[in-house]
C-alpha cells in the first residue's frame, strides 16, 4: 500500500516497521496493579462474538504511545470486527489520531503489537487503504486530482513504473463515485476543502483496500461532501469492506455507524453503537481527562526512574 502522506508517496523503506517488540509494561518496572490504576474508568467485556485477532481487520494488544514520554495512548487492546462501519470517539487529546498512525507505522509505539488480519502492517499494506487529515496534506504540491488519486494505484503498478491506461481508468472511476470526475485534471490547490477531501477518498477508493482508515474524513466539510462521505461508506460496507473512522460528532455516530470505539487514551469500552453509545459510557469518556492524564504521566515518570529501564 502507498501511505498517503502530506508530501510525494513515501518508499517501502520510509514505511519499515519501527515498533519496540511486543512487551507488557511490568517489563519495563510497571505492575499489572499500577497499570490498572492509570485509569479511572472500567472496561467493559470484549463483545461476544469478537473476531479472534488472527483474522480481525484490525487486532491491537498493549499498545502504549507516547511523546516526549507522556503517555498519549495506555495499554490499547482491541480487536476490530469485519464489515462494519466502525467510528472511535473521544474528546480531543484522546489518542484517536494517534491510534491510526501507529497502527499504520507512521508513528512509533513504547510496546505492542498491531495485527492486519493477523500479520504486521508492513506484510498487508497492500490491504490498507488511508484518508488522512486534509490540514496534514500540503495542496500546493504540482499534480493534478486524477494524479493524486493515481498514486492510489502504485500498489498495484509498482514503483517508478508508468501508470497505465487501465490503472487511469480505475483512478478515473474512483473519482466518478464521489462526484469529482469533472475536476480530474485541475490542480488540487485550485480545489475547495470539500473537493479536496473527496479527492483523497478517492485515492483510497482507488486502492481497492479490505480495511480503511480515516481520519476525521468530515472535519470542516460542506454538506454535499458529507453525503458523498456518506454513500460511499456504505457502498464500501456493502461490499464488505471495514472502514474505522476518528469522528467528532456525537450527533451523528448513530446515523452513520454500526460499530463504536470510545477511546480516552485507553479503550472506555467498543462494541454495536446500539450497546454502546450510552449516557454512562459518554461520561466515563469524557469526564475524568485531567485525572487520567496526571496519572498515567505519573506511572512514566516512575518507570523511567526505575533500575534497569532503559
Given at each position: 500500500?502507498?501511505?498517503?502522506?502530506?508530501?510525494?508517496?513515501?518508499?517501502?523503506?520510509?514505511?519499515?516497521?519501527?515498533?519496540?517488540?511486543?512487551?507488557?509494561?511490568?517489563?519495563?518496572?510497571?505492575?499489572?496493579?499500577?497499570?490498572?490504576?492509570?485509569?479511572?474508568?472500567?472496561?467493559?467485556?470484549?463483545?461476544?462474538?469478537?473476531?479472534?485477532?488472527?483474522?480481525?481487520?484490525?487486532?491491537?494488544?498493549?499498545?502504549?504511545?507516547?511523546?516526549?514520554?507522556?503517555?498519549?495512548?495506555?495499554?490499547?487492546?482491541?480487536?476490530?470486527?469485519?464489515?462494519?462501519?466502525?467510528?472511535?470517539?473521544?474528546?480531543?487529546g484522546a489518542g484517536k489520531s494517534t491510534l491510526i498512525k501507529a497502527a499504520l507505522n507512521l508513528?512509533?509505539?513504547?510496546?505492542?503489537?498491531?495485527?492486519?488480519?493477523?500479520?504486521?502492517y508492513r506484510k498487508q499494506r497492500h490491504l490498507v487503504g488511508y484518508v488522512p487529515q486534509r490540514?496534514?496534506?500540503?495542496?500546493?504540491?504540482?499534480?493534478?486530482?486524477?494524479?493524486?488519486?493515481?498514486?492510489?494505484?502504485?500498489?498495484?503498478?509498482?514503483?517508478?513504473?508508468?501508470?497505465?491506461?487501465?490503472?487511469?481508468?480505475?483512478?478515473?472511476?474512483?473519482?466518478?463515485?464521489?462526484?469529482?470526475?469533472?475536476?480530474?485534471?485541475?490542480?488540487?490547490?485550485?480545489?475547495?476543502?470539500?473537493?479536496?477531501?473527496?479527492?483523497?477518498?478517492?485515492?483510497?477508493?482507488?486502492?481497492?483496500?479490505?480495511?480503511?482508515?480515516?481520519?476525521?474524513?468530515?472535519?470542516?466539510?460542506?454538506?454535499?461532501?458529507?453525503?458523498?462521505?456518506?454513500?460511499?461508506?456504505?457502498?464500501?460496507?456493502?461490499?464488505?469492506?471495514?472502514?474505522?473512522?476518528?469522528?467528532?460528532?456525537?450527533?451523528?455516530?448513530?446515523?452513520?455507524?454500526?460499530?463504536?470505539?470510545?477511546?480516552?487514551?485507553?479503550?472506555?469500552?467498543?462494541?454495536s453503537v446500539d450497546d454502546v453509545f450510552t449516557q454512562e459510557n459518554l461520561r466515563m469518556t469524557?469526564?475524568?481527562?485531567?485525572?487520567?492524564?496526571?496519572?498515567?504521566?505519573?506511572?512514566?515518570?516512575?518507570?523511567?526512574?526505575?533500575?534497569?529501564?532503559?
Amino acid at each position: 500500500m502507498n501511505q498517503p502522506t502530506a508530501n510525494p508517496p513515501r518508499t517501502a523503506a520510509a514505511d519499515a516497521d519501527r515498533t519496540v517488540p511486543p512487551a507488557r509494561m511490568a517489563s519495563r518496572g510497571v505492575t499489572d496493579d499500577q497499570t490498572a490504576s492509570a485509569t479511572p474508568v472500567a472496561h467493559t467485556a470484549p463483545p461476544t462474538g469478537e473476531e479472534h485477532p488472527r483474522t480481525a481487520p484490525l487486532a491491537i494488544h498493549d499498545m502504549t504511545v507516547a511523546y516526549d514520554r507522556k503517555p498519549v495512548l495506555w495499554d490499547v487492546d482491541l480487536n476490530v470486527p469485519e464489515g462494519q462501519l466502525v467510528a472511535i470517539v473521544g474528546p480531543n487529546g484522546a489518542g484517536k489520531s494517534t491510534l491510526i498512525k501507529a497502527a499504520l507505522n507512521l508513528m512509533p509505539m513504547v510496546s505492542g503489537q498491531v495485527l492486519i488480519y493477523g500479520k504486521p502492517y508492513r506484510k498487508q499494506r497492500h490491504l490498507v487503504g488511508y484518508v488522512p487529515q486534509r490540514e496534514t496534506v500540503d495542496w500546493d504540491f504540482p499534480v493534478s486530482a486524477l494524479d493524486v488519486v493515481a498514486m492510489g494505484r502504485y500498489g498495484r503498478i509498482g514503483w517508478f513504473r508508468p501508470v497505465t491506461r487501465k490503472h487511469r481508468r480505475a483512478a478515473l472511476d474512483a473519482l466518478e463515485r464521489v462526484e469529482m470526475a469533472q475536476y480530474a485534471h485541475r490542480q488540487i490547490s485550485q480545489l475547495s476543502g470539500g473537493q479536496q477531501q473527496r479527492v483523497f477518498l478517492a485515492r483510497a477508493l482507488a486502492q481497492d483496500a479490505k480495511l480503511y482508515f480515516m481520519d476525521e474524513p468530515f472535519a470542516s466539510v460542506d454538506a454535499a461532501t458529507e453525503r458523498a462521505i456518506v454513500r460511499v461508506l456504505h457502498e464500501l460496507k456493502d461490499a464488505g469492506r471495514t472502514v474505522i473512522v476518528v469522528h467528532h460528532d456525537l450527533q451523528t455516530v448513530t446515523e452513520y455507524f454500526d460499530y463504536l470505539i470510545l477511546l480516552n487514551m485507553r479503550v472506555v469500552t467498543h462494541g454495536s453503537v446500539d450497546d454502546v453509545f450510552t449516557q454512562e459510557n459518554l461520561r466515563m469518556t469524557y469526564g475524568g481527562r485531567l485525572t487520567l492524564l496526571s496519572e498515567a504521566a505519573q506511572l512514566f515518570t516512575q518507570q523511567s526512574r526505575s533500575p534497569g529501564v532503559d
